[in-house]
């Protein structure tokens, strides 16, 4: 069975730094995406910052959060900088991934971690 873990959630103030982390393990063969996203309440899901063939980030957090992935550790990152209240949010890390060869493609997600960012 795979599991994604995430770790490194707090509270902090504005204008200070996070970094989230991300462990996937169990039967992997080959991981093709993983990424960021966070969940508001009342909001919807939305992605943060994605690393595949290409990355990407939302407008909200360019310039200020960088994504980076350890491919042979299965790991990826979230360093968060110049936080903001409107920051705060449930952080979960998604991976798309097979477990077998040829095998078909699965969604797994991470139970996700509170970031909150006091103003």
Request: hydrophobic fraction near 35%; aromatic fraction near 8%.
């Amino acid at each position: 069975q795979v599991q994604l873990v995430e770790s490194g959630g707090g509270l902090v103030q504005a204008g200070g730094s996070l970094r989230l982390s991300c462990a996937a393990s169990g039967s992997i063969f080959n991981i093709t995406y993983m990424g960021w996203y966070r969940q508001a309440p009342g909001k919807q899901r939305e992605l943060v910052a994605g690393s595949g063939g290409t990355t990407t980030y939302a407008d909200s957090v360019k310039g200020r959060f960088t994504i980076s992935r350890d491919s042979a550790k299965n790991m990826i990152y979230l360093q968060m900088n110049s936080l903001k209240p409107e920051d705060t949010s449930v952080y979960y890390c998604g991976a798309d991934l097979t477990v077998v060869a040829g095998g078909e493609g699965l969604e797994v997600w991470g139970q996700g971690t509170l970031v909150a960012v006091s103003s």
